[in-house]
């Protein structure tokens, strides 16, 4: 598994405005700036319909991580869910790297990232409203975060509330175990709207 996306220790997210609102996208950059990929989010006719009718809370998704070249690199997926869901990470040939436990304690929600034989690998807790999120490994050790804070070349690029900087330590070597925990973490933002 070679992925070049993934080498990046550093990645900016940044909403593309929908007015309809029906699919999510985000453009993802590097810590220099360059436009490296995107996050889409896959919604078919009816579940258009459905989002209309329904909680999105209820409902499936599929978001998908996508280079610059629009080649898929991984993608986190959820089924119909009416109380615990399971939120599947798969890598690009679409085979299951992980999977997410989700938990919510008021307004802080914490997010459990098991690999694929359900060995905890990662944890991302923190606070919503603030937008600051921890991640921490096994022996609770922290190996990343989430914040709404960044300096550096991109820093310029970014003004508006509505993006977030995910970092991870460049010394965290697992390549399978990065991909899992990097997705959850870009795709985070995502998730949680999902999850309302």
């Not at 700036?33 to 499936?60: C, D, N, S, W, Y």
């Not at 490994?137 to 300096?151: E, F, H, L, R, Y």
Request: charged share 25%; net charge positive.
């Amino acid at each position: 598994m070679s992925s070049n996306f993934f080498d990046s220790n550093s990645f900016f997210v940044d909403e593309k405005v929908n007015f309809f609102k029906f699919a999510n996208c985000y453009n993802i950059y590097d810590d220099k700036g360059e436009h490296i990929g995107a996050i889409k989010q896959k919604l078919t006719a009816g579940q258009k319909f459905l989002r209309v009718l329904l909680r999105k809370g209820m409902l499936p998704f599929l978001l998908e991580v996508r280079d610059k070249n629009d080649v898929l690199e991984a993608s986190i997926s959820r089924g119909w869910t009416f109380f615990m869901s399971k939120i599947t990470i798969s890598d690009a040939q679409g085979n299951k790297i992980g999977s997410i436990q989700q938990k919510f304690k008021l307004l802080k929600p914490r997010f459990i990232i098991l690999n694929n034989s359900d060995m905890v690998i990662a944890e991302i807790t923190g606070d919503w409203k603030a937008w600051n999120f921890v991640i921490k490994d096994p022996s609770n050790a922290q190996i990343g975060a989430i914040t709404k804070k960044w300096a550096g070349a991109a820093k310029e690029i970014f003004t508006n509330a509505d993006k977030y900087n995910v970092n991870i330590d460049p010394n965290y070597s697992n390549k399978t175990n990065k991909i899992a925990i990097l997705s959850s973490a870009i795709t985070i933002d995502m998730v949680l709207k999902e999850s309302k």
